[in-house]
């Protein structure tokens, strides 16, 4: 197939993503490994006040920023500054580890290693996504963290409240798992990588905005990639695309440079992680094979927040995803898996090693975490026919 008509799929692509209830803005990037394809799109507005969405525009990338933690810390690891098997009660004080985990009456938290929170086998509650244990809270407000934003408004948040939220109003789902065993329960958990980004700051005594610059965005030249509050240079901070919640737009700034995800771009994007799976980022060539040395598969959701997070048939390793649709779901045309991450608010950014593609892309709305493994599928089989 020419690349003209694949570049006018794409773009049909795009227009159904934008006609698609509550979605405002759309973007989208494609980039051949080997330099020979790059495509990227955008529609919508990227503010209520109509400017248009550029491919260039910045964007929330919310859970790809995992991505990025996950690789500090094996840099950090490779350095020999902290070890998988360190212990979250001898990285971080009391104040934020004292009884964070437990179950049936057993605190289990000193059980609780590096491994266990870049693989999200802790068993920890996610603060943001779960909903208040009945026995912890009786009688309370019986919502979870993300509902009270939406409903009442920005608020500025620590680690310590992170740890005093799981510890007074939530449940772990399971205890740390046995990392040997063959069948290890997964559960994906926002509150791992708040812990992670403690142990980051703590180790290096350097707030985590200037270790992400020192260890990612300066030695690979992301420019359009920052922590909100902590823009790059020394102008005014950029505008980036509106976050949705539904039809409102989704106003808590504060919480959102509290918590530590960050802004990008899709051309940045990209670039991060091709320099991840080719090895540029690491010292040592093995730490990207060791991110995705054992996959562990995301159990079926049986609950409310677990129908937001990701679930089967997702996998995951240390702080990198995997999607393969199963071949029952696609048959005849089997569909190239893909590593990488996604975010709650409907971003993407994915590596798929079979045709050898980049993709990054955003709709930026609170209430489409599932979008992207919808959309993704669909890009790979338009793609793919250039090589038929």
Same mark, same amino acid.
């Given at each position: 197939?020419?690349?003209?008509?694949?570049?006018?799929?794409?773009? &049909?692509?795009?227009?159904?993503?934008?006609?698609?209830?509550?979605?405002?803005?759309?973007?989208?990037?494609?980039?051949?490994?080997?330099?020979?394809?790059?495509? &990227?799109?955008?529609?919508?507005?990227?503010?209520?006040? *109509?400017?248009?969405?550029?491919?260039? /525009?910045?964007? !929330?990338?919310?859970? =790809?920023?995992?991505? !990025? =933690?996950?690789?500090?810390?094996?840099?950090?690891?490779?350095?020999?500054?902290?070890?998988?098997?360190?212990?979250? #009660?001898?990285?971080?004080?009391?104040?934020? /580890?004292?009884?964070?985990?437990?179950?049936?009456?057993?605190? @289990?938290?000193?059980?609780?290693? #590096?491994?266990?929170?870049?693989?999200?086998?802790?068993?920890?509650?996610?603060?943001?996504?779960? $909903?208040?244990?009945?026995?912890?809270?009786?009688?309370?407000?019986?919502?979870?963290?993300?509902?009270?934003?939406?409903?009442?408004?920005?608020?500025?948040?620590?680690?310590?409240? /992170?740890? @005093?939220?799981?510890?007074?109003?939530?449940?772990?789902?399971?205890?740390?798992?046995?990392?040997?065993?063959?069948?290890?329960?997964?559960?994906?958990?926002?509150?791992? $990588?708040?812990?992670?980004?403690?142990?980051?700051?703590?180790?290096?005594?350097?707030?985590?905005?200037?270790?992400?610059?020192?260890?990612?965005?300066?030695?690979?030249?992301? +420019?359009?990639?920052?922590?909100?509050?902590?823009?790059?240079?020394?102008?005014?901070?950029?505008?980036?695309?509106?976050? $949705?919640?539904?039809?409102?737009?989704?106003?808590?700034?504060?919480?959102?440079?509290?918590?530590?995800?960050?802004?990008?771009?899709? +051309?940045?994007?990209?670039? !991060?992680?091709?320099?991840?799976? *080719?090895?540029?980022?690491?010292?040592?060539?093995?730490?990207? @094979?060791?991110?995705?040395?054992?996959?562990?598969? !995301?159990?079926?959701?049986?609950?409310?927040?677990?129908?937001?997070?990701?679930?089967?048939? =997702?996998? $995951?390793?240390? *702080?990198?995803?995997?999607?393969?649709?199963?071949?029952?779901?696609?048959?005849?045309?089997?569909?190239?898996?893909?590593?990488?991450?996604?975010?709650?608010?409907?971003?993407?950014?994915?590596?798929?090693?079979?045709?050898?593609?980049?993709?990054?892309?955003?709709?930026?709305?609170? /209430?489409?975490?599932?979008?992207?493994?919808?959309?993704?599928?669909?890009?790979?089989? #338009?793609?793919?026919?250039?090589?038929?």
């Amino acid at each position: 197939m020419n690349e003209t008509r694949i570049v006018r799929r794409l773009e &049909a692509l795009l227009d159904g993503l934008i006609e698609r209830k509550e979605i405002h803005s759309a973007v989208l990037s494609v980039v051949s490994g080997d330099g020979a394809f790059g495509w &990227a799109g955008a529609r919508g507005s990227m503010s209520p006040d *109509g400017a248009p969405m550029l491919p260039t /525009t910045p964007w !929330f990338i919310a859970s =790809i920023t995992k991505l !990025f =933690i996950a690789s500090i810390v094996l840099r950090m690891v490779e350095e020999g500054e902290l070890a998988l098997e360190d212990r979250l #009660v001898d990285r971080l004080a009391a104040s934020v /580890t004292n009884r964070l985990h437990v179950l049936d009456g057993a605190d @289990r938290t000193d059980r609780i290693t #590096v491994e266990h929170l870049l693989g999200h086998t802790s068993g920890l509650a996610d603060f943001i996504e779960d $909903y208040p244990a009945p026995r912890r809270h009786e009688g309370a407000d019986r919502r979870s963290l993300v509902e009270i934003l939406v409903a009442d408004g920005d608020r500025a948040w620590s680690l310590e409240d /992170t740890a @005093r939220w799981v510890r007074e109003r939530l449940a772990p789902h399971f205890e740390p798992q046995p990392l040997d065993a063959r069948r290890v329960r997964t559960r994906y958990s926002d509150t791992n $990588y708040q812990l992670l980004v403690g142990m980051i700051e703590a180790r290096r005594g350097a707030p985590f905005f200037q270790v992400l610059r020192d260890l990612i965005l300066d030695p690979l030249r992301l +420019e359009d990639t920052w922590l909100p509050g902590h823009p790059r240079g020394s102008g005014p901070e950029p505008h980036v695309a509106a976050l $949705y919640a539904g039809e409102e737009v989704a106003r808590f700034p504060s919480f959102l440079a509290s918590i530590g995800d960050m802004n990008s771009t899709c +051309e940045d994007l990209i670039r !991060f992680l091709r320099a991840v799976v *080719g090895g540029r980022l690491f010292r040592d060539p093995g730490t990207w @094979r060791r991110m995705r040395a054992r996959w562990r598969r !995301f159990a079926l959701p049986l609950d409310r927040a677990a129908l937001r997070q990701p679930g089967w048939p =997702i996998e $995951y390793g240390l *702080g990198v995803m995997r999607f393969r649709l199963p071949r029952f779901l696609a048959p005849f045309r089997p569909v190239p898996q893909v590593v990488g991450h996604t975010g709650s608010t409907g971003t993407w950014l994915f590596h798929a090693p079979e045709p050898g593609l980049f993709l990054a892309g955003a709709v930026s709305q609170i /209430t489409a975490g599932a979008i992207p493994f919808k959309v993704v599928p669909r890009v790979l089989r #338009v793609v793919g026919d250039r090589q038929e």
